[in-house]
């Protein structure tokens, strides 16, 4: 499958000088969005053990709350025979009603773009200046932010 990558001009542009036989075909178009960094991740993951460690839960059950608490979520609904605990997915059951269970599910760290990772790093960042945890300076996250902005 050949990727187009351009702004919507040179997409449409593309797209209009296609030879006959190839407009018949069907395209995705997507927005292009920054993953987010390494270096995010990492700071993450190091207030996350922190925390844990703090408050005497393991480092899974804290990624989980602050997942909850800090990440975007989706409901959905499957049908109540299927079990989902197979799948590699954060979620939480909300109930069961007509043959259906109704879940929310969490996006994970690693499915993150830059900027939902920013609000979900924010969070931690907080959680743990209310435990008393130190954390970068508000300038050093800022500089941060904006190194992991233009990656």
Request: charged share 30%.
């Amino acid at each position: 499958m050949e990727t187009i990558t351009g702004n919507i001009y040179y997409i449409t542009t593309k797209l209009m000088n296609l030879p006959k036989e190839e407009k018949e075909k069907i395209f995705d178009l997507s927005e292009h969005k920054e993953k987010r960094s390494l270096s995010q991740n990492a700071y993450a993951w190091k207030l996350i053990n922190e925390i844990a460690n703090k408050v005497n839960l393991s480092k899974e059950e804290v990624h989980l709350n602050m997942l909850k608490h800090y990440s975007q979520v989706e409901q959905f609904k499957v049908l109540s025979s299927v079990d989902v605990s197979k799948y590699d997915l954060y979620f939480e059951k909300m109930c069961e009603k007509g043959g259906y269970t109704y879940y929310k599910v969490y996006t994970p760290s690693h499915n993150m773009n830059t900027k939902e990772m920013s609000i979900y790093l924010d969070g931690i960042i907080q959680e743990a200046e209310n435990l008393g945890i130190p954390t970068l300076s508000e300038e050093e996250i800022e500089r941060m932010k904006l190194i992991w902005f233009m990656i």
